[in-house]
């Protein structure tokens, strides 16, 4: 049973010092301390279904490697070469028929990320193909989602997203498939992309159209505290987060009761926003790329019964969308601007404020601050 | 009465150090010892001449909002939200009818700065509008000018430019009104320029069209010492610096006597040159971006009665000097070039680069070595 | 005599360390303690033929102008003014008349760089003319090709160069005149390129066209230690290394018996990379411009004899080593790339790989390390 609340802003709390969106050692400091640490959503299962299947990642700084092994599992490994350091592969998509070579001196790995052969290497004194595996990385399915950790010992992904588990059950995620995507470079810091997606104090003034099929007022927070925030708003009876307001796709087949008149908002930290609608799914993957840029991954998933009708079309939540994510993204910009002054001082938040506050507080544990 | 003297530089005088034109250190150390305590030029009265209209100036990192109030009173401010820190304003210029509103929540101020309206706002425990006007800065208008400090407790504009107070009131510069515009990018140190500026020894050499009209030997300067250099040359009796050396325009109401045959040549640290004709003021705004960068911004200031009539044409006066202009950043541009090479050293001021001297002495000065 | 032996790696041999290839401070030390100690060749004596030609070359971040003067003496000097510091000379190639003028104030230099005037510093007391020469490096000319030293105190040519003074004789690399030039920008750290050069256990992977006409296990090394490695590979019989594997060219004048099926490959640390074939020369000048990046311009050289006919054309050589430089700066990208993970570790060298082993060695020596 969730319990629900507003989760008012403790009064005096206050927007971060400016170093945390300005200083690039802070944001070096993130990248070692979070984003190497935590559980991050790089992809979907669907996108390497097959054993030989691989996809790349880029997380930060690193190029990921995303195979799926002859046994079906999905197994993820640092794209580099234990001989001399080379790029294994370049390819964005693609299906290793049996082994991974190397394209400098094809020396050559399993699926597994074994080394399986290196050419002359049985000369060296002293070499053994059983040190030389690929550098590998945690990776865990969940939710038809891929996620990896990049730390040297992970904290285990059933630990850490304990309070999400079973959360998402009635929209069976594992089931949905890819609608649309569209990529964003944002100039604004990440954080103020979470914070923005944090409250709905700014919608009357910034979405229009989002307020007229969604009351701004409406909903509560079921997470307020810790990595995962969130709750619903309402949308309204009959009604859909399109460019219309209505579609003609039913909610998705788990979906029932007040459920079809939800959509729930969630920020996962530190990389994932997730919109639950009653008949579809949109998911944010955040990348910061600088201390004052932001790439965006939105991604709109459907009921693979819904999109095999031959009237389907996703367009009607993705404009809708898009247009709300650019009015977004336009004051996440403007706001990076302004914090970057030297005449920026924190300032204080309003009681709608309140997952602003929770954000800024679990971000400054994760620094250890 | 004004003294003039040639002011020869002192003997053994030399060029600066190399790392004050290369070194990023530096360059942090000018803009916040120098340009963040200095009144700079950012612009001038009549670009808002009603209340309500505002006007952006970027000053170094910082954009600032230049509003004339319903008093009359023109007033600086950072352009940043007291509340998340949003940029307030993006067009360079316009009007606000009442208030200056926040894009992103809306909070509202006056044309004063103060704190109108901050939506559910009065919810929040202690919060007090008064409690977060917009950041001001120090402004001043000045021979039709517009003169911004940005530091905290600015030393008066008065103390600060009492020896030119009243220098220029024959050319009654608060009624001259802008003929034409002309922005550079250069690829060369802030110092570079005014150092440019302030010696014609160049100029057989670089200007043969300047000094046609204009010999390089000629004149004496009056101000000799301190943040304020420069003197008057000969202009050919008769004529003007323009294209031609002749120009139609009578000369500006107030010029007198023999300053119908000089131009006079200020700089005004940091960031003014002045450039007096009998007929047109020229004045050079300039704004370092880099240690090896700045934007120049050159504006041509002409007699209304004269622009008035129906041949008037500011070209003549325009070309002459984006000709002279082009060159003088051209031989900038290969110095600032020749100065990074780790085989330069100091060089030998000849007696025509006294300005230059002083212009080094006044700069070390500021930044308190 | 020369020795000749395959100079195996020893065992336990590794790659060199993450920061080498990727951290900025390591590449300034490489640039004082190797780039700006070192003999570079910069170009080819026959670019300043005649007294007053001149040339300039980039030498990381300085401008060099190698001017020969009246007596037939090449010089080097670094390209700014003694008086500002200003930039000499923007052109590329080309010939002074009499003298050096700077284009600022007209300061004047020989050819020998001594200071001939400077307008109205005669007025300046204590000012002298000798003590203003331009700054100047040491440059030799040997086999055709001009090589300077930027270091105060550099080590004489002779004595840098003993191990190849009269080693490549045959050659008659002076006589030579250039056939072809392509520039490169090849985005992996310089040291990397040294090491695609210094092995072929990479050629049957990546370079099938080149293994068709040379196998790739043939030849050995005569020089497999110090700033000088490499050695000579078999070119098969009556064949040449062009896209056909023939060639209409005689051999090279002096080019007698074996050399006629060899082609020698020798490293000159830190810049050049020369293959001397029996019907051309190719040299690759390597520059340093980031951490990560690389200049490579190469260069064909032929005998004029044969470029005096008028069926020459030397694309057939040009062609067939372009394809395999772009072969070899594919892999030193995705290597490049591959080292710059936070994963990577040194690995194993294989036996082919003994010359890297000494180039890293010899890095570390030049290093200090």
Same mark, same amino acid.
């Given at each position: 049973?969730?319990?629900?609340?507003?989760?008012?802003?403790?009064?005096?709390?206050?927007?971060?010092?400016?170093?945390?969106?300005?200083?690039?050692?802070?944001?070096?400091?993130?990248?070692?301390?979070?984003?190497?640490?935590?559980?991050?959503?790089?992809?979907?299962?669907?996108?390497?279904?097959?054993?030989?299947?691989?996809?790349?990642?880029?997380?930060?700084?690193?190029?990921?490697?995303?195979?799926?092994?002859?046994?079906?599992?999905?197994?993820?490994?640092?794209?580099?070469?234990?001989?001399?350091?080379?790029?294994?592969?370049?390819?964005?998509?693609?299906?290793?028929?049996?082994?991974?070579?190397?394209?400098?001196?094809?020396?050559?790995?399993?699926?597994?990320?074994?080394?399986?052969?290196?050419?002359?290497?049985?000369?060296?004194?002293?070499?053994?193909?059983?040190?030389?595996?690929?550098?590998?990385?945690?990776?865990?399915?969940?939710?038809?989602?891929?996620?990896?950790?990049?730390?040297?010992?992970?904290?285990?992904?059933?630990?850490?997203?304990?309070?999400?588990?079973?959360?998402?059950?009635?929209?069976?995620?594992?089931?949905?498939?890819?609608?649309?995507?569209?990529?964003?470079?944002?100039?604004?810091?990440?954080?103020?992309?979470?914070?923005?997606?944090?409250?709905? %104090?700014?919608? &009357? !003034?910034?979405?229009?159209? $989002?307020?007229?099929?969604? @009351? =701004?007022?409406?909903?509560?927070?079921? *997470? #307020?505290?810790?990595?995962?925030?969130?709750?619903?708003?309402?949308?309204?009876?009959?009604?859909?987060?399109?460019?219309?307001?209505?579609?003609?796709?039913?909610?998705?087949?788990?979906?029932?009761?007040?459920?079809?008149?939800?959509? %729930?908002?969630? &920020? !996962?930290?530190?990389?994932? $926003?997730?919109?639950?609608? @009653? =008949?579809?799914?949109?998911?944010?993957? *955040? #990348?910061?790329?600088?201390?004052?840029?932001?790439?965006?991954?939105?991604?709109?998933?459907?009921?693979?019964?819904?999109?095999?009708?031959?009237?389907?079309?996703?367009?009607?939540?993705?404009?809708?969308?898009?247009?709300?994510?650019?009015?977004?993204?336009?004051?996440?910009?403007?706001?990076?601007?302004?914090?970057?002054?030297?005449?920026?001082?924190?300032?204080?938040?309003?009681?709608?404020?309140?997952?602003?506050?929770?954000?800024?507080?679990?971000?400054?544990?994760?620094?250890?601050?």
């Amino acid at each position: 049973m969730l319990a629900f609340q507003k989760a008012a802003a403790p009064a005096g709390a206050q927007t971060l010092a400016q170093s945390f969106y300005t200083c690039a050692k802070v944001f070096a400091r993130e990248a070692e301390q979070i984003f190497y640490q935590q559980w991050l959503c790089v992809g979907r299962s669907e996108q390497i279904p097959q054993g030989g299947d691989y996809l790349l990642a880029q997380v930060l700084a690193e190029s990921i490697l995303l195979v799926r092994d002859k046994s079906g599992r999905a197994r993820a490994f640092f794209n580099l070469c234990r001989h001399r350091g080379t790029r294994l592969c370049t390819e964005v998509q693609g299906h290793f028929p049996q082994a991974i070579a190397c394209p400098y001196h094809a020396w050559s790995y399993g699926l597994d990320g074994s080394l399986l052969a290196a050419r002359h290497m049985r000369e060296v004194e002293g070499f053994d193909v059983a040190d030389y595996p690929l550098h590998a990385c945690a990776l865990v399915e969940w939710e038809g989602f891929l996620w990896v950790n990049l730390a040297g010992d992970p904290q285990p992904f059933a630990a850490a997203f304990a309070p999400l588990l079973e959360r998402f059950t009635p929209w069976k995620m594992t089931d949905l498939r890819l609608g649309h995507r569209i990529d964003y470079d944002v100039r604004a810091n990440w954080k103020l992309l979470f914070q923005n997606y944090a409250e709905c %104090y700014h919608c &009357s !003034l910034i979405h229009p159209q $989002l307020v007229k099929h969604s @009351p =701004d007022q409406s909903g509560c927070n079921d *997470l #307020w505290e810790g990595p995962f925030l969130g709750g619903y708003m309402d949308i309204n009876p009959g009604g859909s987060l399109t460019v219309t307001g209505q579609t003609t796709r039913s909610a998705l087949p788990g979906v029932q009761g007040e459920n079809r008149e939800r959509v %729930y908002y969630y &920020s !996962l930290f530190p990389n994932v $926003l997730l919109s639950l609608h @009653p =008949d579809y799914v949109m998911v944010h993957q *955040l #990348w910061p790329e600088a201390v004052d840029r932001t790439r965006v991954v939105c991604s709109w998933f459907f009921d693979p019964m819904a999109m095999a009708k031959p009237d389907f079309d996703p367009l009607d939540a993705v404009e809708f969308w898009d247009l709300t994510n650019r009015q977004d993204w336009h004051v996440c910009e403007l706001t990076q601007q302004g914090v970057s002054s030297r005449a920026y001082t924190p300032g204080p938040y309003a009681h709608q404020e309140g997952l602003l506050a929770a954000f800024d507080r679990e971000y400054l544990r994760m620094l250890g601050l």
